[in-house]
């Protein structure tokens, strides 16, 4: 049954940004649009925050993918990229978008993570055990089944991909 999304609901949009970057680019080898998600995020409601969750690294290439993250009315929040003995790199927001969003949830009705990530289950959790309806904004053929359940609402982007995703510039 989905929610009901009221015009004054108080609503945190939290994007982890590498779980959508590789879902796209793994599913349609194409980029994300992020304004349409943060749309569908929003439904037409009091946008409070929006934090996204990104990785720079020592190139900086990102920095224009960032400016328009901003100008769309996205905060960022930058963690470098993390190169380990042997070539692994790592770059993990997981615990930085549950503690934010356990932080803001007194001043939010809503709360929607843009994830797929099944680690977020017990986030989803506590969030709804708060009061809070939680609603999940992801590309359903990468996401977690366990994450979708756990959900209020679930918001699936390979229903229109031509929609949330950028034309590519060929």
Not at 15 to 25: C, G, T
């Amino acid at each position: 049954m989905p929610v009901i999304k009221h015009p004054n609901q108080r609503v945190g949009v939290f994007l982890d940004i590498q779980n959508l970057y590789h879902s796209a680019k793994n599913l349609y080898k194409s980029k994300v649009n992020f304004k349409e998600v943060l749309e569908v995020s929003i439904a037409k409601r009091q946008l409070i925050r929006a934090i996204a969750y990104v990785i720079s690294t020592e190139s900086g290439e990102e920095k224009t993918f960032f400016d328009a993250l901003t100008k769309l009315g996205i905060e960022t929040k930058e963690k470098e990229l993390r190169v380990f003995f042997g070539g692994l790199k790592k770059a993990d927001w997981d615990v930085a978008i549950t503690v934010d969003s356990l932080r803001l949830a007194p001043a939010l009705d809503a709360i929607v993570l843009c994830s797929g990530d099944g680690d977020f289950v017990p986030l989803v959790e506590q969030l709804k055990s708060m009061g809070k309806q939680v609603e999940v904004v992801a590309f359903s053929k990468s996401a977690s089944s366990m994450l979708k359940e756990a959900a209020d609402d679930f918001t699936d982007l390979c229903e229109n991909p031509k929609k949330y995703l950028l034309k590519s510039k060929k």
